[in-house]
Structures are given as C-alpha cells and as structure tokens.
C-alpha cells in the first residue's frame, strides 16, 4: 500500500494568482506550496483532531476480510 493518497480539488483564480506567486518566491513547485500549506493548516486542529473520540477508532478493527480501508469493493457485499 501506498503512503501517499492523493487529493484533488479546484480554488478560483485569485487564489491560485497568490499560490502561484508564492511558490515563485519561495523557488519551490504549486505542489509542494500546496502540500506545505495543508500541513500547516492540519497542525491548527490537530489536537481537537487527536482528542476526538472516533479518530482514536481509525484502524483499529479487524475482520475476516482483510482490511476494508485498501479494499476498493467496499460497499459490494457478497
């Protein structure tokens, strides 16, 4: 399995100016920009994140099947 999930989205124009803009100060590419940008966002809730009661549940069961997390038949029941 993979460690990198990948996620995609759009933003309008004005902000996509200002990552661009940045990232050409910074000499770094919009991806890494933006991969910075939601790390630094994520390290605000962390906490409240961590402290919540059902991420505290993610991966911590079993079943006969394997794990449903990788699966990409989830919802297909037999």
């Known amino acids: 399995m993979s460690t990198t999930k990948y996620v995609q989205t759009d933003v309008d124009y004005e902000l996509h100016a200002k990552l661009v803009s940045i ?43 394997g794990d449903w997390s990788e699966r990409k038949d989830w919802r297909i029941l037999e």
């Open 23 to 65: 990232s050409k100060l910074k000499g770094m590419n919009l991806k890494d920009v933006v991969r910075e940008a939601i790390k630094e966002y994520v390290k605000k809730f962390e906490e409240e994140v961590e402290k919540d009661s059902f991420f505290k549940i993610i991966g911590s069961f079993e079943t006969k099947e």
